[in-house]
């Protein structure tokens, strides 16, 4: 089956504007994640979630983040009033269940520039 | 914030070398577990230790877990070309309930034809 996807692949946009970011999981994931990785470091979490709820939302940075899942497949994270230092790639990766020992599966990543 | 450290940052080899890579974390964990990345973009799993695990094998892959020294160690035998890539470690701590991964910042491997 396919693997997890990210829409856009690429995105620029102006700072003070809003985005959009997607992720599809592997169908039948109940758990997925969302991390952000700016460059040259590892990626950082966000938040994850447990079927339509989010498990633990502590690694978003402040409230201009937000993101759902409302019937438990797909998920938009969401940033407010861009940044320049938003720009990053954001990564999303799902796994069967939100047991440690699943492994997650991540997606290309949708890379953010905020001019 | 990032869990732990990786070294060495980078690391440029010839193929046929053996590459090893160190990982440390700083609090107590469910696994330890290693990505590569290439270009920047999407994660590859390539293997998981559980806390009660010491060392895993898996193809040219070799991974080590030292809880006491909240350490591990990824060794790539018989390195490839097709082997460069960023590697990182992450943790689960046992605080979480979820699979919330920590990186590290990963180490850059070179393998030269």
């Known amino acids: 089956g396919a693997g997890v996807s990210q829409t856009p692949s690429n995105k620029v946009t102006e700072k003070g504007k809003y985005v959009e970011l997607r992720c599809d999981p592997i169908?039948?994931?109940?758990?997925l994640y969302w991390y952000r990785q700016s460059l040259g470091q590892g990626p950082e979490f966000l938040i994850y979630f447990q079927g339509t709820g989010a498990a633990d939302d502590s690694g978003l940075p402040n409230d201009r983040f937000f993101a759902v899942r409302p019937e438990g497949s797909v998920s938009t994270l969401k940033i407010q009033r861009t940044e320049r230092g938003d720009s990053a790639v954001y990564l999303c990766a799902s796994s069967l269940t939100k047991d440690p020992g699943n492994e997650q599966f991540f997606g290309p990543g949708t890379r953010l520039t905020v001019l | 914030s990032q869990q732990g450290e990786e070294d060495p940052q980078a690391l440029s080899i010839q193929e046929g070398e053996n590459a090893t890579m160190n990982c440390s974390y700083k609090?107590?964990?469910?696994?330890l577990q290693w990505y590569r990345q290439n270009s920047g973009r999407g994660l590859v799993h390539l293997i998981l230790i559980r806390s009660n695990e010491r060392e895993k094998h898996s193809g040219r892959l070799r991974v080590t877990l030292d809880t006491s020294k909240k350490s591990s160690s990824l060794l790539i035998t018989a390195s490839r070309a097709a082997d460069t890539a960023s590697y990182f470690c992450a943790t689960i701590t046992i605080y979480n309930q979820g699979g919330k991964l920590i990186f590290g910042q990963g180490t850059e491997l070179s393998v030269k034809p």
């Open positions: 609090t107590s964990i469910n696994n």
């Open positions: 169908s039948g994931h109940t758990a």
